[in-house]
């Protein structure tokens, strides 16, 4: 078994299109092919108030696949640490044995989430999106951005956070890292109203986005999500949504957007799976409005930690 | 993040009193500390016969917990590999950030497993227990008996397996190991009437040990059961045992021993902790017939992957 670093793994992978390629194979792995794709493990460590998640998949017809363990551990920044952490473990699947350690520290996680955006986006938003609005100014923020710029012509960015210095930085550092130019909006109605394309990346336990701010011709892709507290649409985004695309729906129910939704809104959903393989239609048209909650699952981990892994031997 | 193979870890920790007291003291902990312990996760590998189970335990007032997987494949022999594969994740439970992996290749599980079987044996037979039996031939098989000669003054072995072969080489085994006699039985009722302790260490799927077996003063220690296809011990045997002792009650109804049984049965059991911390008895004459249902928890794999790398480091 081998052990690779971050710095090495930095060295080999970046959010590019091979990415969204592989990770857009899984989810249409999800849909074509028999997965075993247990519910998510917990620990808590509530003194701490820090928990670790453990998502695996095994995806039939490969010979490998990944245990993730994701933490998150908030008291960590008052210690000078980031919060977030995590290494992938990749395993043959035809004997068991470990094949590496993948100690990506949670950049991997990172760049498959960004992914899973573009290609969310890819299917669902208007080909001539040029402005995309970004609620949220974090890591993920970023690279929701730079994901979407992969597939889509955007010109011009529009940025909220609820601390403008944040969101200061985000327009600095986008237009160094992009060369974009990027709006501070005062308020996400400012940012929803004026894009093509949002995304929201939150971690919000109010919803931030309401549906008298949807237009004609929108899509807003909701990355936060991923517990039974969080939410960042109201249910009426959803419903109101021409199309309504889940990674897993299963998912969007127990942590998703979903959660709080009635039972309609989770009978018109559609998978990102049954999109990416052409058995339901994304977007038909440039009025309709197209909106989609990732919750984030075991397949995509496998499917980079494979990708990875075979850049690195 | 420091990565030990096997080798390494074999250096510092073998069976003994030590890692005796360890387990000991994770057994205490379920019961006197507040253990965050998530259900068993599995992964199935159907094509390849081959699953993946993930355990983890946090303990509060520790400073850091393992997460571990452990794997059965059981195509493997006929590649001439073990089934059995594994590894442990330390993580520090300040900050959740990875300390250790320790590529055990499941080591650490067959050591902290033999050590519960010795922590049982302690607590629940006969002081002056001289004759061990053993059904089943397998590596846990020796580690059990091993683990029993730490704690009691075993003097003889009787050992029934399926195969004849398989117990000829455990008798040999045995012999050079420890230098104990041992008697090769041919059935397990054989071994059970005329034994002072019984570990049973098979996989089996229908009970080996029936009721009429039992006699005054025996203990039996039941290894195997830890799924829900397993079952080594009649429901009778638990019923007539004077103590019934589980490591974890709620487990070995879902995994364990308990499982096919009737309710007033598991309402009479207890649990190891119980005992190990004094808050129940134990055997409590030299009469009894006493009776203990080991399915593996999480807090024996926190504690024994703290022990090892408290000496690795």
Redesign the interface.
Known sequence: ?Q?F?REEIEQVIRLDTDVIQVIEEAFSALITKKV?M??I????????N?E?D?K???I?GFDS?A?K?S???FN?PK?G?PSA?G?M?L?S??????EA?L?DNGLLTDIRTAAAGAVAARHCSREDSRVAGIIGTGAQARLQLQALTLVRPIEHVLVYGRRQEAAEKFKKDIKELLGLQVNVCGSPQQVVEKSDIVVTTTPAKEPIVQSEWLHAGLHITAMGSDAEHKQELECAVLDKADVFVCDVIQQSKRLGELRNCEAHISEKAIELGEITTGRKRGRESDNQVTVCDLSGTGVQDTAIARHVYSLLV
Do not use: C, K, Q, W
Request: no cysteine; glycine share 8%.
């Open positions: 078994m052990l670093h075993h247990p519910p493990m917990r620990v808590d460590v509530p003194i701490n820090g670790v453990i695996s998949a095994y039939e696949f245990v363990l933490s998150g551990f960590n210690l640490l952490n290494m473990i395993l699947a035809e004997t068991g044995i470990p350690v100690a």
